[in-house]
Structure formats: structure tokens, C-alpha cells
């Protein structure tokens, strides 16, 4: 990094002639030296990555699988279905709670008890978000591993089995483990193919990383096991839109590890619009300066992973340079004016094509081991590395003003 730096001071210099010293040196370092170094570590943290395995002749506990859900009749029984029919050598109980739907999910859970009793059914009247929701479930758990699991989540039949295995597994002191989620709805359009290659690639190959380094930053709600007891200790899921993170962050700052399982794989549908997508991944970024409100001490703990949530205050810089620096000069490229976007610019194509190569051969390689294949998905692929940060940055950023003006917010399902 220091290298490109220095490399990189001719167009410090020329840059600081047509817009500003300041503003200069925020571009250039948050859209090219910063987001290098951090490519950089990732390609050689993957290179030392070596997944522990997960013991064999393990007694597994009991298990309680939490499903909040409002409005899922089109999903919710498939969903159970497939817990239901999970290769899990213990027992597993299922509590849906209902956060005030107004179709026929109820229906469709009911429905389904007739002949599954160990299903049980909260119906709350009025809806008041997933993490009140989960709460509720919370209270009526009788199992010390509890499980959320996404009411539109396909879970692969061994998936429980996986993540259960992998937190006996894991140190002494790991009290949850976040699972895989993967996209089951990528054929429906561009956005949804599109998505499909930054949960695979993307999203999967950082939280392996944090997980070598000893802690996963987030166990996000759409499948996630978690100790009960710890749970409680901490007041459950906080009513907050980023839940899951800031929940996550609050087990990291009482001292605890939160693992990584990467062959527990749920396979969920992901937005389908653009406006969807654009809603979700606002809530996203709000959930990261929650997680900084609510744990700002978490910044000073001496461990490998606070080295993560450094990170993690770089991202909306790096999403600010992109919006208002890289976008702006990929516009003037156009028109012939360098002074951001330029020729050379092309020359990172080939590193960016080799470090997505390097995730994707991870990723296979896990899918392979579960019996699976990577679909092919070229058109999705052109879309996530020339298209995708044009709307995933500035929806961010936009995140990021929501929560720091705190507008008015909204709980979405995703």
C-alpha cells in the first residue's frame, strides 16, 4: 500500500490541480490505495485459509428453530418442510411466530401442525418487527442452541447438521455461528443474477475470512445458531434494522467468538427489484453505524477481529469516494477527460478477474463437497463486476445519511 502510494503521487498532484488538495487525496485514497490493500489481504488470507473439520462422533443437542414471519404464506411451508425433513440426529423444534400477517400465513402453519406437532405457533396481533418477533420465540425456547432461520429460506438437508457440528467443534467460547446463504431465486432478471455472484463470491469468502481470523462480524438472521443462554445474557435481538450485526457485535465485545460454518447453506430469495434491492441494502448500511452507536467500545477490544471492525469505519469513506468520485469520473472518461477514470484504470481488470477466480475456486470447491454444481451464470457475472457498485455504493451511502440524520425507519423482511 505504501508502494502504490508513492507510485500514485503524480496523480495526487495532478488531480489536486483540478479539484483541491483535500478533496484529492480523500478520492484517490478511498477509491484506490485503501480498497487495493484490502484486495490484497483478502487474495492472501484465502491463500492461507485452511478450514478446520468438524469432529465426528459428536452427541448433538436438542435444537429450537425460530422463523419470524409476516406476510410468507407463498414460502413458509416449504421453508419448514425443509427443516422438517433436515438430517439432524436430535430433535429439532420449530416455533413460527406470526408478526401480524395479513394473509394466509397462519393458514399454512396451522395446516402443517395437524400432522408435525412439534411445530408451535405465535400469533401476534400487530406487527412489530423481526426482532420483537424473535423475542417472543426467544422466551418460549426450552433448547440451550437456538436457530434463525429467514421465513423464505430453503435450508439444505444437512445444513443444521453442519452448523451445529461446526459450533461443538469450534473453541469453548464460540456462542454462535453464522451460516451460508445463498440466492435460490438468480434466474428471475438481472438484479437477482447479479446477486447470486456477490453472496457467493463476495460475501462468503469475507466472512471465512473474519472466521480465520476468529470471529465472524456477522451471524445474520436468515440462518444462525446461537446459545440461548448467551441470548438472554444480552436482552436477545435488539429492535433495531440491523438486528443481526449489532447483536453479533455485542457477543464479540462480551468477550465471546462467533464462528463460521461454511457448509450450512440456506438458500433464500433475494430482492427482485431494483428498488428492493436498493431498500435492502440501505437497511444494511444502517445496521453497520447502529452497530457502531450501540458498541463503540468494541473499536478498543484487543483481539484479532477488532482489526475488521476498523475496517468497517472505512467503508462508508470508501462508498462516499465511489458515489461522488469514481462514478462522476467514469462519466468523464466517457468524454475523454482521465482525470479519475482513465486507459489505465483497464489494467485492474485482470487482478480483479484473478482474486474473483481465487473466491470462486473456494466456493466450488464447497459446493462440490455437498454434492452441488455452480450454475452457470456469465450474464449475472458481467452485471455484478461492471454494473453492481454503481447501485450498491449510492444506496449505501444513502444508508449511511438515513441512520446519521435518523430518519424514519423502516423494519423490511430482508
Known sequence: MAGSFWISQPWYHDLSQEIGVIPAYFVITFIAIIPGFMNAFVAMALLLDRRPKV????????????????????SIAQTIKAILAQSYPANISVIVINDGSSDETVASVRSLQIQHPNIELIDLVTNGGKA???????????????????????????????????????????????????????????????????????????????????????????????????????NGWPEMVGEDIVLTWKILLAGFRVGHAEDALAFTD??????????????????????????????????????YIWWNTLFPLMDIA???????????????????????????LPMGFLLN??????????????????????????????????????????????EFLNLRKSWGTK
Open 55 to 74: 469432529m465426528v462422533d459428536q452427541h448433538y443437542p436438542p435444537v429450537t428453530v425460530l422463523i419470524a414471519a409476516y406476510n410468507e404464506d407463498k
Open 132 to 234: 420483537a418477533a424473535l423475542n417472543h420465540g426467544l422466551a418460549r425456547c426450552q433448547t440451550n442452541v437456538v436457530i434463525s432461520i429467514d421465513a423464505d429460506s430453503y435450508v439444505l438437508k444437512d445444513g443444521i447438521r453442519h452448523l451445529v457440528g461446526r459450533y461443538l467443534s469450534d473453541p469453548i467460547e464460540t456462542k454462535a455461528v453464522a451460516g451460508s446463504i445463498l440466492i435460490r431465486n438468480s434466474r428471475e432478471n438481472w438484479i437477482t443474477k447479479a446477486q447470486e455472484w456477490d453472496y457467493f463470491l463476495g460475501i462468503a469468502s469475507i466472512k471465512r475470512i473474519q472466521s480465520l481470523f476468529q470471529g465472524t462480524l456477522v451471524a445474520q438472521g436468515a440462518f444462525s445458531l446461537y446459545e440461548r443462554d448467551t441470548l438472554i445474557r444480552l
Open 270 to 307: 433475494c430482492p427482485n427489484t431494483l428498488r428492493q434491492f436498493i431498500k435492502q441494502r440501505q437497511r444494511w448500511s444502517r445496521g453497520l453505524i447502529e452497530a457502531f452507536k450501540v458498541n463503540p467500545r468494541i473499536l478498543f477490544k484487543p483481539r484479532l477481529t477488532t482489526m
Open 322 to 348: 465511489y458515489t461522488f468520485g469514481f462514478i462522476p469520473g467514469l462519466i468523464l472518461a466517457c468524454f475523454g477527460v482521465y482525470w479519475i477514470v482513465g486507459p489505465m484504470t483497464l489494467s485492474l
Open 357 to 402: 477466480w481465487q473466491m470462486y475456486l473456494k466456493g466450488r470447491k464447497m459446493f462440490a463437497a455437498e454434492g452441488l454444481h455452480v450454475r452457470a451464470n456469465a450474464l449475472g457475472f458481467i452485471f455484478y463486476v461492471f454494473a453492481y457498485g454503481v447501485i450498491l455504493q449510492p444506496a449505501c451511502v444513502y444508508g449511511y445519511f438515513s
